[in-house]
């Protein structure tokens, strides 16, 4: 079946620092791909999405790209604020079918 | 446009009452999904309606279930509450963006069963 690798949290930066969350998948044939982010009791707020291979999703100076070649889809941001700590999970889906979620990583940054 | 609404936002209840949420999707969306979220299990899908009908279904027992109605609002109801349906529940409505069905989550409601 389809499924959804994040790499383990809690991941913790410093302002400013350069974020990478890597997120790979398995799927047969090829997803649409989510980043949804989840801040402190709320739900989950769409980040970006990338529909097909080399597609950039990009979204409040957060970026991932579609690699069809290494089934990734890793979400990066240059600089990274502390209003930016939350959970972040990725996703994937086909046409109108639920979405497969990974874990999540768990992201705090120090001011 | 107002987004995903939920209520109730908090919720407790005790074991083996039966409990309903209720979901209000954005306007003019059809499709109404629901997802359980724990820390054990993550996020898992319940189960989906589109036009009042259940489309798509996920590997939860029959004590859950769901109904939607012409407005699109839709409901999900657990019987016979076990400890273990404790959880974050969302619900989100889902359109076409940019020829992709997208999701789009409500804030959730919270369900601790005593």
């Known amino acids: 079946g389809n499924s959804v690798t994040q790499m383990e949290g809690p991941v913790t930066l410093s302002e400013e620092a350069f974020l990478t969350i890597n997120c790979t998948y398995t799927?047969?044939?090829?997803?649409?791909l989510f980043w949804y982010v989840q801040y402190p009791g709320e739900g989950l707020q769409l980040l970006l999405k990338?529909?097909?291979?080399?597609d950039k999703g990009s979204n409040k100076g957060f970026e991932a790209t579609y690699r069809k070649e290494t089934t990734s889809f890793h979400l990066e941001k240059g600089s990274v604020q502390v209003s930016d700590s939350a959970v972040y999970f990725c996703a994937l889906s086909f046409g109108n079918e639920k979405l497969t979620f990974g874990t999540g990583t768990r992201l705090t940054i120090i001011p | 446009k107002a987004g995903v609404t939920q209520t109730p936002r908090y919720l407790i209840k005790t074991r083996g009452q039966q409990v309903t949420l209720s979901c209000s999707p954005i306007s003019g969306h059809r499709s109404v999904s629901w997802y359980q979220q724990t820390p054990g299990q993550g996020l898992q899908f319940l189960f989906e309606y589109f036009s009042e009908t259940q489309r798509n279904k996920g590997n939860f027992p029959g004590r859950f279930s769901g109904r939607q109605f012409s407005n699109s609002r839709s409901e999900m109801n657990v019987s016979t509450l076990e400890l273990g349906d404790s959880a974050l529940y969302l619900c989100?409505?889902?359109?076409?963006?940019?020829?992709?069905?997208?999701?789009?989550f409500g804030p959730g409601t919270r369900l601790l069963v005593l």
């Open positions: 989100a409505s889902s359109a076409q963006l940019a020829g992709v069905e997208t999701q789009y």
């Open positions: 990338a529909t097909k291979a080399d």
């Open positions: 799927a047969t044939g090829y997803p649409s």
